[in-house]
């Protein structure tokens, strides 16, 4: 499975960003796919989880809470993560994975930087 985080990019705080995680290899409606991120000298940490398309479910983690959505284009196997009101400390390398919550010790994919401006 590989999976391809897009969307990131330089943004000043305030404004919003819409994250895209394709995969190869699996269907993402069938697994819950997290969103994690690693900033710079810290580990990473869990932001998002959206839900199988079974369970339709989805849940925004921490600092993200009232500012980050999740959703899915079951079309284009495509899971999203859309950020509005961005602020310098959401800047980080951000990814996906068919897993939830628990960030991996590593990642295989390259991810996806988001930095945010003052």
């Known amino acids: 499975v590989q999976f391809v985080e897009s969307g990131g990019g330089l943004v000043q705080a305030g404004g919003s960003l819409r994250l895209s995680c394709a995969a190869s290899g699996v269907r993402l409606d069938d697994y819950p796919v997290g969103w994690f991120r690693q900033a710079p000298g810290k580990d990473p940490v869990g932001i998002a989880c959206m839900g199988t398309k079974k369970d339709s479910n989805s849940w925004i983690l921490g600092p993200g809470q009232g500012r980050f959505t999740t959703s899915r284009d079951e079309w284009k196997n495509i899971v999203y993560l859309d950020m509005t009101r961005l602020n310098p400390d959401d800047t980080a390398r951000y990814y996906c994975?068919?897993?939830?919550?628990?960030?991996?010790?590593?990642?295989r994919s390259q991810g996806t930087q988001v930095t945010v401006s003052a």
């Open positions: 994975l068919t897993k939830c919550f628990t960030p991996p010790a590593s990642f």
